[in-house]
């Protein structure tokens, strides 16, 4: 495999350190619901990790790459949902090989200041 063309549902093989440094800001494991529209339906699936920059979602039908859609979440101890529009940057599809859960990661496109400041003391608060 080309490293520098991975296929679309696989991430290439890294070490940990080579995967924080590509991933840029540090994941906090956590799951919380999420709701979340597709062309066709409205969706609740549930989280796997969360950034500041984005959160991978676990589910049996990631949506294409590339997708943008809207979502909505709740930050434990959080008194209101977290609304924002994602991207779909990555996928894995179910019955990919190998240690990843199916889902999607996504980047946040929007968050407001008010979002982003819940979400910074959250990742400081847990240390990630």
């Given at each position: 495999?080309?490293?520098?063309?991975?296929?679309?549902?696989?991430?290439?093989?890294?070490?940990?350190?080579?995967?924080?440094?590509?991933?840029?800001?540090?994941?906090?494991?956590?799951?919380?619901q999420i709701e979340y529209e597709s062309t066709e339906d409205f969706l609740t699936d549930y989280t796997a990790n969360l950034s500041l920059g984005g959160m991978f979602i676990r589910t049996d039908n990631p949506l294409e790459l590339d997708t943008r859609?809207?979502?909505?979440?709740?930050?434990?101890?959080?008194?209101?949902?977290?609304?924002?529009?994602?991207?779909?940057?990555?996928?894995?599809?179910?019955?990919?090989?190998?240690?990843?859960?199916?889902?999607?990661?996504?980047?946040?496109?929007?968050?407001?200041?008010?979002?982003?400041?819940?979400?910074?003391?959250?990742?400081?608060?847990?240390?990630?």
């Amino acid at each position: 495999m080309n490293r520098s063309n991975p296929a679309p549902n696989a991430r290439p093989n890294t070490t940990e350190a080579e995967s924080d440094e590509r991933r840029g800001p540090r994941r906090l494991p956590l799951e919380v619901q999420i709701e979340y529209e597709s062309t066709e339906d409205f969706l609740t699936d549930y989280t796997a990790n969360l950034s500041l920059g984005g959160m991978f979602i676990r589910t049996d039908n990631p949506l294409e790459l590339d997708t943008r859609f809207r979502l909505s979440f709740r930050l434990p101890e959080g008194d209101r949902n977290i609304d924002t529009v994602a991207v779909v940057r990555w996928r894995v599809a179910p019955g990919t090989n190998g240690p990843m859960t199916p889902g999607m990661g996504v980047r946040f496109e929007t968050l407001s200041p008010g979002d982003r400041r819940a979400v910074e003391k959250l990742l400081l608060a847990w240390g990630a």
